[in-house]
């Protein structure tokens, strides 16, 4: 959960009235935040750098309140404010409209094609007559970096600019342009630079050089110019020093660069809303019934009370004239109501969930655990009784480690491939739980022989019969990893579940093993596991050439099988 800084005596100030430490805590309790720690800059530098570097810093005391990932418009201390005030009832939920200039056309801001390949979507807006105090630019400031930091996703998918619109003119062009043809002074800096330039600037700059690998290795960057040809930025690094915002700024252009556009219209309206109160004019549907919402919550309230519950959360709702349907508005500061469910959520918050009535279900149920990991917790109990240890490796693994190194082309493996992996190492979701064995083995060579490791997990395999077109599959893998194969070992691991599953030897309804060809074990020491008259899996002595590939210099024989048949 995102955590909100803000000073106490500004905040008590803005509610218009003092709360002891305990009533703020209900409060933020009430309307779903927690009060997570009451310190000050002083304590906090006190704390983490010693007495000495907290010399001088302010003892003003801060409240630190966790608020919901999903609620943007708590980052900052008007949001956080308005929505406190609304659900007190000392204010009504805002409606926001837009306001179009008295004496010029709107702003425009022109898109080009070149973009695409680096950050293709940019939105824009602008405050009027916005009234700035020191506190009011922090506030602004800091939201600017909340949201950067959470639902912007550290730059990368969105980057927020700032700039005093009188000090620059429209129409705005957004467009890209090679590094070397980008010349600009940049915020805070004494002269220009060129975009190549700023890359090696601010390398060693320990706030900027954590975003410039978003598009340091691009061809193109992108970059805005005014209609005189001012660099007002070159997102997602920095703002130009012309356009820069202060406290005399009366209009501010906000543009917003990204790759996902959704996020970026979530994020504008997130900067245009929390500070438009701030303007001269600061403030200016989804249908439900009453019965969803009681039904849900476990209450029984009217209609008007349920759509003044809502109401306090910041959702204008009106009862409609059939007496049964609310009518709620949803501002753009609540980008977290997707569905009707939201709504009541919110209904449940404002009604408190302390009132709620505790009520016995109407339906009685006894719980029990799924057969399949029933199966696997006994199984894990008695192979490790047995002397194995259990490991537990990752779902995702490289196409090298299912194919590659296992002596298999990767088609025949029906994996499912991610289309966007993020690091080789996670590329696909394993078919085989035996890579992942073999890498922990060899991660653990140096520990006395011999090495006896088990995993019982789900492996993903492709299905065309399942709606997702993949099915899990449970499966059992063992190695045993020693001077010599120990076959043995694994063939008496192999009986040794047999007898826990209940499954005598033999032909028909009992088990039995017959010799089998596998490019993953060596020729002549394969054997395919039949049960009831099914293949469930293989055992046998791995080939060296796929011991070699997994860094390993002494032989290994591993057990692979399918339990699901046993449930």
Known sequence: MPTVSVKRDLLFHALGRTYTDEEFDELCFEFGLELDEITSEKDIISREQGDTKAEGASDVILYKIDVPANRYDLLCLEGLVRGLQVFKQKMEAPRYRRVSPASSEPQRLVITEE?????????????????????????????????????????????????????????????????????????????????????????????????LHIIEDEPLYPVIYDSNGIVLSLPPIINGDHSKISLNTKNVFIECTATDLTKAKIVLDMMVTMFCEYCEEPFTKETLSADFINRKVGISESTEQIAQLLTKMCLRS?????????????????????????????????????????????????????????????????????????????????????????????????????????????????????????????????????????????????????????????????????????????????????????????????????AADDSTFFPGRCAEIFARGKSIGRLGVLHPDVINRFELTMPCSALDIDIEPFL
């Open 115 to 211: 973009t695409t390949a680096v950050r293709p979507h940019a939105v824009a807006a602008v405050l009027r007559n916005i009234t700035f105090t020191q506190e009011r630019y922090d506030s602004f400031i800091e939201l600017q970096e909340k949201l950067h930091q959470n639902v912007c996703r550290k730059r990368t998918l969105v980057a927020i600019g700032t700039h005093d619109l009188d000090t620059i003119s429209g129409p705005f062009t957004y467009t890209a342009k090679p590094p070397g043809d980008i010349r600009f002074k940049p915020l805070n800096q004494a002269k220009e630079y060129t975009a190549q330039e700023l890359m090696s600037l601010y390398k060693t700059d320990s706030h900027l050089r954590h975003y």
């Open 318 to 514: 009106e009862v409609m004239s059939d007496g049964e349907q609310i009518e709620v508005e949803i501002p753009p500061t609540r980008s977290d109501v997707i569905h009707a469910c939201d709504i009541m959520e919110d209904a449940a918050m404002a009604y408190g969930f302390n009132n709620i009535p505790r009520t016995t279900p109407r339906t009685y149920t006894v719980a029990s655990q799924l057969p399949l990991n029933k199966l696997s917790e006994l199984l894990r109990q008695d192979l490790a009784a047995a002397g194995f240890t259990e490991a537990l490796t990752f779902a995702l693994c490289s196409q090298e480690d299912i194919a590659d190194k296992l002596l298999k082309n990767i088609s025949e493996t029906r994996a499912c491939h991610i289309s966007n992996p993020k690091t080789a190492e996670f590329q696909v979701a394993r078919t085989t739980l035996l890579s992942g064995l073999l890498k922990t083995v060899a991660a653990n060579r140096k520990m006395p022989l011999p090495l006896r490791l088990f995993e019982i997990s789900d492996v993903v395999l492709k299905d065309e019969t399942k709606d997702v077109g993949a099915r899990n599959n449970r499966r059992l893998c063992a190695v045993y990893y020693n001077k010599s194969p120990g076959f043995e070992v694994i063939h008496g691991l192999m009986d040794r579940v047999m007898q826990l599953l209940e499954v005598k030897p033999g032909q028909g309804n009992g088990y039995h093993i017959q």
